[in-house]
């Protein structure tokens, strides 16, 4: 990270402290140090596909690169990765290092499977203050940070700029703080977009949590009170967000019906030009892979709706399991995860936001040249981001509301019938 | 089915008009059920022929324009697929060895043998049929862990031969007590032992549905995902099932044109599997139908 803190590690603070010492310290000193200079392996759980894969294998060789003691054991898990790594942590097979998601860091530390790192913070004198602070902040439980991360992702309008300037749709702003772009503008936009007798859709309503929470906390709405007692997404400003999604896809017949986005596969129709704004995480690779020169494309937030603009999502990081053995070799990865080697290489291969703000802003990231014009979008809106609720039965309440909001988007019952639905099957959880 | 449709009129060598009209509806039902079944297989294939940007196109190309075949070399080379292909084999061929040798030998006991408990135990041996692997996870792992055999192809061939599948022994015991006791006796006057009974007898006797249990367990491990997810670490030791899943992305999305090359690569074993074994495949549902 910062050159202060890469010039005094752990070890050569010990070799100094040895050198300096009277002879009794010495010899406990010395032998700490010797045995930091044995050859260890720690063992890396991380899921990830092809492209994640790769990442995975280049940090990981340009860490033992860095230095000569550690070794990385990556253990790929394609699929199911919290079965395997829970059945891992119960049965007592404990990775060093995990990739976790930013939501799981309370239930984790609940649990007390992960390590505190302030100690380690504070004695390496390690600087934290070039990571976004709202991505630092997710893997933070009362004030004590567990973790760091690895990307600093969150979701944005993906829009097709071929098709707005075909149609004569000025294009929605990209600065966050133009309120113009609001839900009024937003529907205007949609119905000049739409053509449904070629399937041609302005939008699409993804039935996904963050898709909607952005519009729900656009307007005011939360998922649960304060104090945590209750679920409140059946009050009125949470209520408005469903209504509008749903009469986007029912009244004003902007948005292709759930199920037909669905069949049509609702991963991949923008790409495949058949809405003109969708709701997409950072996918900036696969973006500029799979389109091409098809059309030209940009992304840009999600309108203002009552209480401002929005945005979801926040991420992965790693953190280290509280029953490693080698805590200290697993520092020494975990900080160089999330140093600007580490991250320039991860950011280049995965063409995500970077969770550090120097390569935020370096050519890494934004590749000068190639789409989006407007990238910056992304890393402007951090102090936008509306992170998942953060509470222990969060996991399980999240997917009832998914699944009871089914309900309104495919047209089966009414906004606030849902919701008062939702609620009391999610306030049994509390 | 349709073999069997095509012997009807042989068997029968009734040609009036409304046999004509019978057996063609019944092709056309048959041509019906067929197509029905063909079409994810067929979409499959198209989707392993296509390029990464038109898998969403809309309405749907069943023909894929252009045709890519690379998916399926880049598919073979972004991933250790021959080493998966082996070590798959390997797992299989062993453990069906290890069930079908320890499954009849226990079955044999249960069929044939009188011993004090053995209802009660077949009782509880069923029992752990009903008992969902999710379960038994966590401690067996414990057990694995223990035993050091955790990243190791132990824990998926090694079970096998102590009986573990349930099924396979109640499948063999059925059909066991199905062969006539006067052969055993006939061949215990001849002097032979329980065991020598067990060899000579009764396993010869039951070809077929040993065969029966050889296909539908090796089915069953070829595709067998948890086991594999759990106690193997380097993707090097990887199954087919689980490598497959080295497509998927939970958050950056899945590489459908590559994984559904890699499947249809996967599926030749089993469909050459099928093609040489139909007969068996067939007696299989027969006798799981009507004595299982």
Known sequence: ?430 | MAERAARLPAQGGDTQWSEQAKRLSIYVVLLAGAVIVFIPFAWTLSTALKAPDRLAEFPPRWIPDPIVWDNFPEAETIKPFGRWFLNTLFVVGVATTGTIMSASLVAYSFARLRWPGRNLLFLVLLATMMLPDQVTLIPTFVLFRHLGWVNTYLPLIAPPFFARNAFFVFLLRQFFMTIPLDLDDAARMDGASYFQIYLRIILPMSKPALAVAAIMFSQFKWKEFLAPLIYLNKQEMFTVSLGLRTFIGESWGTEWHLMMAANIIFMIPLILIFFFAQKYFIQGVVITGVKG
């Open chain 1, 1 to 430: 990270m910062s050159a202060s803190t890469k010039g005094l590690s752990r070890r050569d603070f010990l070799r100094s402290s040895a050198a300096a010492s009277a002879v009794p310290v010495l010899g406990q000193v010395a032998t700490t140090v010797v045995h930091a200079q044995e050859p260890v392996t720690i063992r890396l759980t991380a899921w990830g596909n092809p492209t994640e894969y790769e990442a995975r294998l280049a940090t990981n060789a340009l860490f033992e690169e860095s230095q000569d003691n550690i070794k990385v054991e990556f253990i790929h898990i394609p699929d199911s990765y919290s079965t395997k790594l829970q059945t891992m942590l119960a049965g007592g097979d404990y990775p060093d290092v995990m990739y976790i998601g930013n939501g799981w860091t309370v239930p984790f530390v609940s649990r007390g499977q992960l390590e505190p790192l302030d100690s380690y913070i504070e004695r390496d004198m390690f600087d934290t203050d070039d990571i976004f602070q709202a991505n630092l902040d997710l893997y933070q439980v009362d004030g004590v940070q567990y973790g760091f991360p690895l990307d600093a992702p969150n979701q944005q309008i993906f829009y097709n700029v071929s098709w707005f300037e075909e149609k004569g749709v000025p294009r929605p702003s990209s600065d966050w703080e133009d309120e113009s772009w609001n839900w009024d503008t937003f529907l205007e936009a949609a119905l000049a977009l739409t053509d449904r007798d070629n399937n041609l859709w302005g939008f699409q309503v993804k039935n996904g949590f963050r898709p909607w929470w952005i519009w729900v906390t656009a307007n005011g709405g939360s998922f649960y009170n304060e104090d945590f007692t209750a679920c409140v997404l059946n009050e009125p400003a949470a209520v408005e967000a469903f209504e509008f999604l749903a009469s986007l896809i029912h009244e004003h017949q902007v948005a292709p019906p759930i199920d037909v986005a669905s069949e049509m596969g609702a991963w991949n129709i923008f790409e495949a030009g058949v809405v003109a704004m969708d709701t997409f995480w950072p996918a900036m690779g696969r973006m500029r892979n799979n389109i091409g020169d098809k059309f030209a494309w940009d992304v840009a937030p999600h309108p203002a709706g009552a209480a401002g603009k929005s945005t979801a999502g926040g991420g992965s990081g790693q953190a280290i399991s509280a029953f490693s053995e080698q805590k200290d070799s697993a520092w020494e990865f975990l900080r160089f995860m999330a140093s600007t080697a580490g991250v320039e290489v991860w950011t280049d291969i995965m063409g995500i936001v970077p969770p550090l703000q120097s390569v935020a802003a370096s050519d890494v990231f934004l590749k000068p040249g190639e789409p989006p014009e407007h990238i910056s979008v992304f890393t402007d809106g951090a102090p936008y981001l509306r992170p998942d609720p953060r509470h222990a039965t969060f996991a399980q309440a999240s997917s009832i509301a998914v699944s009871e909001l089914d309900r309104l988007w495919i047209g089966q019952a009414g906004a606030q019938e849902v919701a008062d639905s939702l609620v009391a099957q999610i306030n049994d959880l509390l």
